[in-house]
């Protein structure tokens, strides 16, 4: 007994040796990343004196995601400080090797790996050299070794470089050849940067290098000046480095921070972007941007934005031209599905997709999109040979002009752009702003009601000017009809097609059936002036009311009070979100419990996994549970029904029935939530949207009182 008390007695003192270590290693990093001077020099010489067991505890640190961004910006700011320090070099690249043994994730690996290279000490060659066959890390250490600059890691390199499979040879070839190069020295006849006319003609000059590049460092450069550019068109050509595997990380930490300085950067193509992006992000602020990145996919809209109308591999979303837009509207469907089934088949090869490229070849009839437009921004990269001449269709009328314009005897002197098929209206495009035969050019097109504006290559040529309806003078252009690229008998090519819908949101109407039945409307996407309370918090966007809870917290309330009712509405869920809408409550207090609460809950969301059966969506919380299965994918508009006469309640979503019971029934005995509802007793009360901190869309809000 007294021996296992001295073992005992050892257990508690080596523990507490140990808690004590680990409060010391967070106590120096509480500095970092907002460190002054004078405290980073404490820090940093406090870390050389740390035994073993502490920087071991600092390397778990670094290897934990939910930790890693103290330890990132305290090694960085080690290895500068004793990097010009003779004495202290040695024993400081012996603790980063002694790191990079521990650490098992590859941020960790990274991370030592570039600030050996920093260090610039000749023990780290032999170690960083067993990473050069490492698909996953050669760039990394290449860089590293280069960054040594010493003749015996320029040697490693060199001997790696004969031995090496792709692509890690490609990659320990560009650090060669950057190690090689001197450095710039500054003169007055120091080369200057290219100066560009234009973001735009910047854009297209980089998609040229990025074509020729040849190595990761020609690369990278590449992506650091597209960095700079603002846009959608920028982002989506970094986006296009996602799936290179000498460039992928860096790409990913340029659209990431894109997307969140410029929020008119979203939609269905953006968010697939940054969902790719979010996993690849790599750096010493990772931890940081990676949770920016995930607030601002959760509030960026599902369905607005841009789309993406080419993507660079078949013709999805394109169809063969039947007719034009009069002709097709007096066709039955079933007259309009032959005829296109006959052109599809017809016209198949005319068009095709050849090197990323939506190619015409010459012969045969225009390509359409599949879906019809009205109000929208879109850009488009077009390129025609000698004597070239096509154009797009907006709304399926002819069109904006593309031509070659050194075609005098036709009029395209004047340049592309304009409006061709304009009679009473200006036709002819302001400038000539086309770049040379066979190079790219990028239109900018904006319509919104009958009026269009054309950027060509940054250069505004088309100003606001109404387009003619062309099958039928007498009446406007359409409202809606589908955009085409046009042929007219010459090679055309066509890649980074981007839409953005700009439609204003049209206000909901009662159905017939719902007129009749006497039901109002409590918000039909145009305005919130039925509704109180958290106004700041719950936002009218675009034809919904969404809520924000970054804004502001609170609740949502009708301005009446309901007893009995149907209430229809229809509602957008983002990843684990969480709402709900309480019935017959007062505006103060728990709408749960005050009142009731028809829960609105992402339940197939993985932090959710242990819900009881009462709080899955649809459930009168706390007191009877709801079926699930019935939700839409994330994204996706919900219809729900919520019925309520007297004791009875029924809930309804997506046209099935997942709550029908008795609530003072359910509660006779005690609720499944064994808490007080003293709310379930009330007959009447507001409707109230009750926020749980997420992000939620509502919308087509009607009641009907019984």
Known sequence: MKKFSIYLLLFVCCSNAIIAQTNEVAATLRVFPYQQPTAVTEAVQQMHQWDKNQWKQFYTMLDDDSLKLQPTYALA?????????????????????????????????????????????????????????????????????????????????????????????????????????????????????????????????????????????????????????????????VSKSLIDPEVKYEAANIVARQALADNSISGKSVRAVLETAGPLIRGVDSSILVKKLSAHLTAMPFDNGYLNLFNGKDLSGWKALVGNPISRSKMTA????????????????????????????????????????????????????????????????????????????????????????????????LVVADNAIGEWNTFHIIMKGEKVTVYLNGILVTDNVTLENYWDRKQPIFPKEQIELQAHGTYVAYRNIYLKKMDKPIAYQLSQEEQQAGYTLLFDGTNMDQWVGNKAGYLLEEGAIVVHPELSAGNLYTKNEYADFTYRFEFQLTPGSNNGIGIRTPKEGDAAYVGMEIQVLDNEADKYKNLQPYQYHGSVYGVIPAKRGFLKPIGEWNKEEIDIKGNKIKVTLNGEVIVEGDIAEASKNGTMDHKEHPGLKNTSGHIGFLGHGDVVRFRNIRIKKW
Do not use: C
């Open 77 to 237: 700011a080690y290895t500068d400080f004793f990097a010009n320090n003779v004495k202290e070099k040695k024993s400081t690249a012996t603790h980063l090797l002694n790191g990079l043994s521990q650490v098992n994730t590859y941020y960790a690996q990274q991370i030592i790996i570039k600030y050996l290279g920093q260090l610039g000490d000749d023990m780290a060659v032999k170690p960083l050299v067993k990473y050069l066959s490492n698909e996953q890390h050669a760039a990394n250490a290449s860089l590293a070794l280069a960054s040594i600059k010493s003749p015996a890691a320029k040697a490693a390199l060199s001997k790696a470089a004969v031995s090496s499979k792709e692509p890690m040879k490609q990659q320990i070839l560009s650090a060669l050849e950057n190690m090689e190069k001197p450095l710039p020295q500054t003169s007055t006849s120091e080369v200057k940067p290219i100066a560009y006319s234009n973001p735009v003609q910047h854009l297209l000059a980089l998609q040229n290098r990025m074509d020729a590049a040849k190595n990761p460092v020609q690369k990278r450069n590449i992506l650091w000046e597209a960095s700079k550019l603002k846009g959608i068109a920028p982002f989506m050509f």
């Open 334 to 429: 079933e007259e309009l599905a032959a005829a296109q089934k006959l052109a599809n088949e017809k016209t198949k090869n005319d068009w095709i997709v050849k090197d990323g490229l939506l190619i015409f070849t010459g012969h045969g009839d225009n390509l359409a999109t599949d879906e019809m437009y009205g109000d929208m921004e879109m850009f488009v990269d077009w390129k025609i040979t000698e004597k070239g001449d096509a154009g797009i269709y907006l709304r399926g009328t002819p069109q904006v002009q593309i031509w070659d314009t050194s075609r005098r005897e036709v009029g395209a002197q004047v340049g592309s752009g304009g409006l061709y098929n304009n009679q009473t209206n200006p036709s002819k495009p």
